[in-house]
């Protein structure tokens, strides 16, 4: 095998396997390994589709928000307000007949403005301090009020807490099973809830929300964290656990060394992520779910709002800070994911990522790998092209459908980046395969063969096939009168250069006119048209294109004898008919012509001229396709065949007088019509004008004793 060979086997496996598989590698790898840029990319597709489809909101859930919002704060004051003020609040609400409070504000801390700690402040005023400590407990009278409902209170992780941070205790009816806590986050402690207020709630879950560094907002929320050696409910989960049913146990099943299977509530289910964690599917803000602190404890909210209700006490004000941004590019408070939470889990709208999403992936991946493969090695890249289209539309659609029809989350993005790179990796080397291809067809024909013949083969390679087809086809036939016997006179390097330079002349012409130089004969050029693209002018290129030959090669000729070297005249024969035409050899070489009658009457031709004395000799099947002005010569059986053909001389060729052209005609009239009077006629023709080789050869022919326009060519 030859090194060229090896290089191109070489090439041609970079190409189908190499190349593409090192991308489809690496987009495997991304997958798997999961690292930043991945989430990032799988967050801005779940973002997205979120902003394209975002949740509903349901107006008629049994779920409010007490909000300490501007109004309350301008009401009441600063926050942190006194809890007795709190306290109000809960009794409040609980006498309008909420069911269940769940505050997501921290009481890790006594009251600053408790009866107590003031006096603490006053060691110099004893009879201050006794009627200070005389007064109700705020923290008891907050804590009173918890007794009349049921209250979930929130816990917030401690990330600089030890083994030896004080811990809260929780509710012990979570029972976890086939070891599910392998797979939940654990931490080592929490901001302590006040003892007294902690054994007047009926529920503890943790508040934190906290995105990654690089989120504005927590796309992912954990149901459960392990605090120590206890086991919390996220604030929303907590909630409605309380409000929903108090006394059930909560279930916290896993598939073995898989993940979480879910959580079970009483006879209801929780689908959850393998770790423990749901995609919340966010709504826009709403505020018709939001109900200010200061219109409750003023008492205009009416009961409707709040009977029977799921009730979250939360700070929203703007400069309280506790905000986040939403997909949709709204500031929200933070108890709205915990809001969301419950919403979703009442109306079981929970988002879960896809489990079956990388399997889903891998397989687009190879079949897309295959797919492309398949399609650039036997079709035209167009249809890779709309296939790829396709593959990326269905990825954005299949998103789109899990989504709003299966509530799961499926990134499109990276699957589809992965599938543009492996085009890419696919196309481009091969397009630049194919250029260099079409490179190499150019450089190494478009100094022998027509930029015709060579466009077609860029365009179409297998076109070096061997096979040919039928088509008509119009010739042009030229040949140097007198070339031979110059070489035997002059010296073989001028001859050549001059040669060379008439040749050059005469194929640019060809090329100019679209003709596909079929071959070089030593002086002789052969041109056909319309092949090997079909030209429906090739009959009016073909005569156009002899006309500009025969000025040039008479210019050329005159120039040359005017510098001492005798260059002959060029005849030149034009004649159309049907061929096959295609590449005709072997395997060692092709060879792309025309094969037919119809080149060797056009070469024919070509030296009648010898015999008539013109220049161009045009047959009736080329002249009857054009609109080019000739006279006739006459019916013409070429020797060795029996079927006459007209033949013309185009008037373009010779520069003769109206008038000389005229009587020729009249001539010819009675010539084709076998009258005595034609031999006078030519005579006087030949008399008036004696450059005219046509008058003088039917001249000739009659006073030889022929008659008619029938000639019978005794030579070739």
């Known amino acids: 095998m030859t090194t060229a060979r090896r290089c191109s086997r070489l090439r041609q496996w970079l190409i189908v396997l190499i190349l593409p598989l090192v991308v489809v590698s690496a987009a495997l790898w991304v997958e798997w390994d999961e690292p930043p840029l991945r989430t990032r990319l799988r967050d801005i597709a779940f973002d997205q589709l979120q902003r394209i489809y975002p949740n509903t909101f349901e107006p008629d859930l049994p779920v409010r928000v007490v909000a300490i919002d501007e109004a309350s704060l301008q009401h009441f004051g600063q926050w942190p307000w006194p809890r007795n003020r709190i306290a109000a609040l809960v009794e409040r609400l609980f006498d309008l007949g909420a069911d269940t409070i769940a505050f997501d504000i921290l009481f890790f801390e006594p009251d600053r403005t408790d009866p107590q700690q003031l006096a603490a402040l006053w060691p110099a005023h004893p009879d201050l301090q006794r009627q200070l400590r005389a007064l109700p407990s705020h923290d008891a009278q907050l804590a009173a009020s918890f007794t009349r409902g049921k209250v979930v209170l929130s816990t917030s992780l401690d990330v600089e807490a030890t083994a030896a941070t004080q811990r809260s205790v929780v509710r012990p009816n979570i029972a976890v099973w086939n070891n599910a806590q392998q797979w939940l986050p654990h931490y080592d402690g929490e901001l302590a809830i006040l003892p007294q207020l902690k054994t007047a709630a ?176 036997y079709l035209k890249p167009i249809w890779a092209v709309l296939f790829t289209v396709l593959v990326l539309t269905s990825l954005f659609g299949t998103a789109a459908w899990l989504l709003i029809a299966q509530q799961r989350l499926w990134d499109p993005l990276y699957p589809a980046l992965a599938i543009s790179a492996l085009f890419f990796a696919i196309a481009v080397p091969r397009y630049v395969q194919t250029e260099q291809e079409r490179r190499w067809i150019y450089n190494a024909f478009s100094r022998y063969v027509s930029p015709n013949r060579v466009k077609c083969l860029q365009a179409d390679p297998q076109l070096l096939e061997l096979g040919g087809v039928y088509r008509e086809c119009s010739f042009v036939m030229t040949d140097l009168q007198g070339f031979t016997s110059l070489i035997e006179k002059h010296e073989p390097t001028l001859l050549a250069a001059r040669l060379n330079d008439y040749l050059d002349g005469m194929i640019q012409i060809a090329f100019r006119h679209d003709g596909t130089l079929d071959r070089i004969v030593g002086d002789a050029v052969a041109v056909m048209f319309s092949a090997p693209v079909m030209q429906p002018d090739h009959a009016a290129r073909a005569l156009t294109c002899a006309l500009e030959m025969e000025r040039f090669a008479r210019a050329f000729s005159n120039s040359q004898q005017q510098q001492g070297l005798p260059f002959g005249l060029t005849r030149i024969g034009v004649h159309t008919g049907m061929v096959m035409v295609g590449n005709f050899g072997g395997k060692a070489i092709l060879d792309y012509r025309a094969l037919g009658d119809a080149i060797n009457t056009a070469a024919r031709l070509e030296t009648l001229n010898a015999h008539l004395g013109t220049h161009i000799c045009v047959s009736g099947a080329t002249l009857a396709q054009t609109q080019q002005p000739a006279r006739p010569v006459g019916q013409i059986i070429l020797k060795g065949k029996t079927e006459p053909i007209t033949i013309h001389e185009p008037l373009g060729c010779r520069e003769l007088p109206d008038a000389a052209v005229r009587e020729y005609l009249a001539a010819y009239t009675l010539l084709e019509a076998a009258a005595p009077e034609a031999l006078a006629a030519f005579t006087q023709l030949t008399a008036q004008y004696p450059e005219d080789p046509l008058a003088r050869f039917h001249a000739q022919r009659l006073q030889a004793g022929e008659v008619g326009a029938l000639i019978v060519m005794t030579k070739k």
């Open 202 to 377: 009926a529920g503890i879950g943790f508040t934190t929300m906290r995105p990654r560094e690089d989120e504005s907002f927590s796309r992912a929320l954990p149901l459960l964290h392990y605090i120590q050696n206890n086991l919390y409910p996220a604030l929303g989960l907590a909630a409605f656990w309380i409000y929903y049913s108090p006394d059930s146990r909560l279930d916290v099943t896993a598939i073995d060394n898989y993940g979480l299977d879910g959580l079970m509530l009483d006879s209801d289910f929780i689908p959850c992520g393998l770790d423990g964690s749901v995609h919340l599917h966010y709504r826009r803000l709403q505020q018709e779910r939001y109900l200010s602190a200061q219109a409750v404890l003023s008492g205009t909210i009416p009961k409707r709002e709040i009977a029977g209700h799921l009730i979250f006490i939360a700070a929203t004000a703007e400069k309280l800070g506790d905000m986040f941004y939403n997909p949709f590019g709204e500031r929200v408070p933070g108890v709205e994911g915990h809001l969301q939470l419950v919403e979703q889990i009442i109306t079981g709208q929970l988002l879960l990522p896809l489990e079956a999403g990388r399997g889903l992936f891998i397989a687009v991946l190879l079949i897309t790998w295959l797919a492309l493969a398949v399609l650039l090695r």
